[in-house]
């Protein structure tokens, strides 16, 4: 067995944890929405056609913001298309995604499923084929209070209240050259900047999120978020990171190591907004909104298969990756990133949330279960909440492919406001299970109330609608008295959620 050690100190902090780290996305893609949250006709289906056992899942999951409507999809989108009378609603050819949009769902409808399902909306303008003006637009018709025409448009459709959208994204990845409307870096800075300054002068209270790079992978990446920085710095409040991981070639401790390349990416990016601050002499800070982010690979052969046989049609069965053990625990590895990182990343979403590349599975007409890597995210969501603390971790190291000196024992901790302790663990080690000393120095005396662990002896195990029960959570039996000090064994390749109260 391996020992690691972790000093807590409720006096080491990072920082205060936005509720908001713990956001999702549904995108127009695939079957997220149509086949996904939304299927009049399925036995389960409510008064409005949407999934009430999908609700369900995504209300136990926790998920306290929900990005819309893309991604990809909205840099062709006319929101204009999405209110209104449905029967009137225009269908589209999304070029986004091959497929045909027929917005059935829109605005109101989203707006509804989200209020349902505990959801704040982050909504995403395309500034891709549009600009600044229609961003305005659809910023007046969904929080101007009325007697505007946008506003009042929104009134005539049913809804008085504004909708109160207060984080808003300035289009997505627009640096791609997948993107409808690619730009450069210069050209979006300057859309942004125009965009994000009628947005605000409509409703002052907004937060909007600037593209960064689509990835680190880009070319152009570091330069593009410096370039467009320098355009749009004083009118935009956070920059966007996308980040998806794969294991294409089976290796499992390079894939699990992925989180050296996300700490990097956030330091870079948070380091070129503190460079652009301080070339403009700004007291403002920008901080990061890691709006799409979770393993995506899976799915890649089959979706152009799909794209050769069913182009155009709706709702294609599009980024179904289906994912195994050794997801989830990469998954952990990358919750516990943006939880130590809680001081600069202030808004991350999962993406996605249902049947595109997502926790949430459903068969159309049939179950909804939970894959691999709901677990993880909904520990992280419910226990993560409250200050983040600085973990002081002694571990052992290995090498991989791409990395030197990976801690096999990955950690976060968080102090929620009720002085209850979460820690969070990754054991990366592939066969053996290390002995985990916890220092819990300025405590007092801590009770363990609970130790949840996430662990299959098969990385390629899986859950799907007939076991969905495959990878599952277990509580491990603790002992309750500890004191300062408690010593925990932490499986290899497992994720652990370790829990302490004030005795
Ligand atoms: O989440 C799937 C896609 O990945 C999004 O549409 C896009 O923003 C990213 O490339």
């Not at 995403?124 to 025409?149: C, F, M, W």
């Not at 956070?238 to 991981?245: A, C, M």
């Not at 050794?326 to 990182?341: C, F, K, Q, W, Y």
Request: with cysteine.
């Amino acid at each position: 067995m391996k020992n690691a050690k972790i000093i807590l100190d409720q006096d080491y902090r990072i920082g205060l944890i936005d509720k908001r780290l713990f956001g999702s996305f549904i995108e127009h893609l695939g079957r997220a929405v149509y086949g996904g949250i939304y299927e009049p006709g399925h036995p389960l289906a409510d008064e409005l056609g949407f999934r009430t056992d999908v609700m369900d899942a995504v209300r136990r999951l926790g998920v306290p913001l929900v990005r819309y409507p893309g991604g990809n999809f909205v840099s062709g989108f006319h929101w204009e298309d999405s209110v209104g009378p449905v029967e009137k609603r225009p269908k589209r050819l999304d070029l986004a995604w091959f497929t045909t949009e027929t917005n059935e769902v829109g605005l109101h409808e989203f707006a509804s499923w989200a209020e349902k399902a505990g959801c704040e909306l982050m909504y995403a303008v395309n500034l891709g084929t549009r600009g600044p003006e229609q961003a305005r637009d659809i910023v007046e018709y969904a929080n101007h209070p009325g007697n505007s025409k946008f506003s009042d448009m929104r009134i005539a459709n049913g809804r008085k209240d504004p909708l109160g959208i207060k984080l808003w994204c300035l289009g997505n990845e627009m640096d791609g050259p997948w993107q409808m409307g690619q730009k450069t870096a210069y050209e979006y800075g300057r859309v942004a900047n125009e965009a994000a300054k009628m947005m605000k002068w409509v409703d002052p209270t907004i937060e909007l999120v600037a593209c960064g790079s689509s990835g680190t992978g880009m070319p152009t990446f570091g330069d593009w978020e410096l370039q467009m920085l320098n355009e749009c710095y004083d009118n935009i409040d956070y920059v966007s990171l996308h980040r998806y991981y794969g294991n294409p070639t089976g290796d499992t401790a390079g894939f699990l190591a992925r989180t050296m390349d996300m700490d990097d990416f956030i330091r870079s990016v948070s380091s070129i907004c503190d460079a652009v601050k301080g070339k403009k002499h700004s007291k403002k800070q920008v901080n990061l909104s890691f709006d799409e982010w979770n393993v995506w690979y899976h799915s890649n052969e089959q979706d152009q298969e799909v794209w050769k046989c069913e182009k155009w049609d709706r709702a294609l069965p599009l980024l179904e990756d289906v994912y195994n053990f050794e997801d989830a625990l990469l998954v952990g590895s990358m919750l516990i990133t943006l939880l130590r990182n809680a001081d600069r990343v202030k808004v991350a979403c999962l993406a996605q949330l249902v049947n595109v590349i997502a926790p949430i599975m459903t068969r159309n007409g049939g179950g909804c279960w939970a894959q691999t890597i709901y677990f993880p995210f909904m520990h992280a969501s419910k226990y993560g909440r409250g200050t983040s603390l600085r973990a002081i971790v002694s571990s052992p190291v290995y090498d991989c492919s791409d990395y030197e000196g990976v801690p096999t024992v990955d950690a976060a901790a968080t102090l929620a406001d009720d002085g209850s302790l979460s820690v969070f663990c990754v054991n990366r080690d592939l066969s053996e299970p290390c002995l985990l000393d916890l220092d819990l120095r300025s405590f007092g005396r801590l009770k363990m109330t609970e130790h949840l662990l996430l662990h299959h002896d098969d990385v390629k195990a899986v859950n799907t609608e007939e076991q969905p029960d495959t990878v599952v959570p277990v509580s491990v039996p603790v002992t309750p008295a500890v004191g300062e000090r408690a010593q925990i064994v932490l499986p290899a390749l497992s994720w652990n959620v370790l829990r302490f109260t004030k005795e």
